[in-house]
Nanobody, 115 residues
Framework: QVQLVESGGGLVQPGGSLRLSCAASGSISSIIAIYWYRQAPGKQRDWVAL???????NYVDSVKGRFTIYRDNAKNTVYLQMNSLKPEDTAVYYCNAVAGNRNYWGQGTQVTVSS
């Protein structure tokens, strides 16, 4: 069992930056990969970034070059650094852990990019 708690969301102006955190607890050793997803109103939940157990990373094209996913193993935390934010980045951001044969979700954190 894995528990995930996201934090770091908020209101930011276009062009600004935010860093989201995903703190994991429970069976940490069973985690294969961590994804960041986002869901805007009226839209489906889509992944935007992932980091694997072997530390490989990948990003959806719309955030490539602007977002960076990384982790601090000592803190059991994965981060999503978001730079050059755009209004279309507005969404609830969720952390997802692939652990064993299951997926675990955090509660989400709201990111609003607006003037």
């Amino acid at each position: 069992q894995v528990q995930l708690v996201e934090s770091g969301g908020g209101l930011v102006q276009p062009g600004g930056s935010l860093r989201l955190s995903c703190a994991a607890s429970g069976s940490i050793s069973s985690i294969i990969a961590i994804y960041w997803y986002r869901q805007a109103p009226g839209k489906q939940r889509d992944w935007v970034a992932l980091i694997s157990k072997s530390d490989n990373t990948n990003y959806v094209d719309s955030v490539k070059g602007r977002f960076t996913i990384y982790r601090d193993n000592a803190k059991n935390t994965v981060y999503l650094q978001m730079n050059s934010l755009k209004p279309e980045d507005t969404a609830v951001y969720y952390c997802n852990a692939v652990a064993g044969n299951r997926n675990y979700w955090g509660q989400g954190t709201q990111v609003t990019v607006s003037s």
